[in-house]
């Protein structure tokens, strides 16, 4: 497993073994009075053809229970989903968990799930996208109550069909915002991201006074490690691309790893 400084010049191949062996070596720890907060799709789990489709390995609810405790509950998960899907996947509705990119969030264990209230501008938005009649050819539309997500992972030559009709239908409209994830276009208000909730949990006791380290895939993460880094602490990017995170974890497998090795 590697946590390598995203600023380092890249390694060849053919060095691999040696990087592995150097990065162990060097790799910063996570500090002791880390606040902790895991995106899920990507990070967590391995992406799926389809949302519902994601393998939970056996052990990670265990695993993550272990990481909780061992950072005094200063732990989120925080995702694009619905709180509830985590849930169902984890088995467990014991973790505070930031939903549909901060739009709703748990702050403890057994507490009700509070969630923001869509801008009527969302359903606006939600009607018109139905009467396009895109969801067809590998496009799939994901509902999410208060944020909408087009999916055409199926059929990646859709892109640019999918990007024209979201633009065409959100020109003018400033109190939406779309995100381009992985084969995934989301669409939420503006106003709240997944650097929001980080903030939000950031205010609560367990995490008072601790460094937040934001883990994630995706670029709505890069709003949660922004958030991490303005509160003194620091993001870490899972897999390639570019980013504004401080180290780089190369895919779940690795941050499987990583998080063993906290609690080991």
Known sequence: MILEDINAPSHSATSAGDDRRNFRMTMPRLPANAALFLDFDGTLVDIAPRPDAVVVLPHLSDLLTRVCKELDGAFAIVSGRPIAEIDRFLDTDCFRVGGLHGLEWRQACGQMVQQSPAPRSLNVFREQLLERGIANDGVTIEDKSVAIAVHYRANPSQEDAVRGVIEDLLSGVEDLVTIEGKMVFEVKPRAISKGTVVQRFLS?????????????????????MRA?????????????????????????ADVHKWLADLVS
């Open 228 to 252: 991490a880094a303005g509160a003194g602490g620091f993001g870490i990017k899972v897999g390639d691309g570019e980013s504004c995170a401080s180290y780089r974890l190369q895919d779940v």
């Open 204 to 224: 609560l006791p367990a995490f008072e006074g601790r460094i937040p380290v934001f883990v994630g895939d995706d670029t709505t993460d890069e709003d949660g």
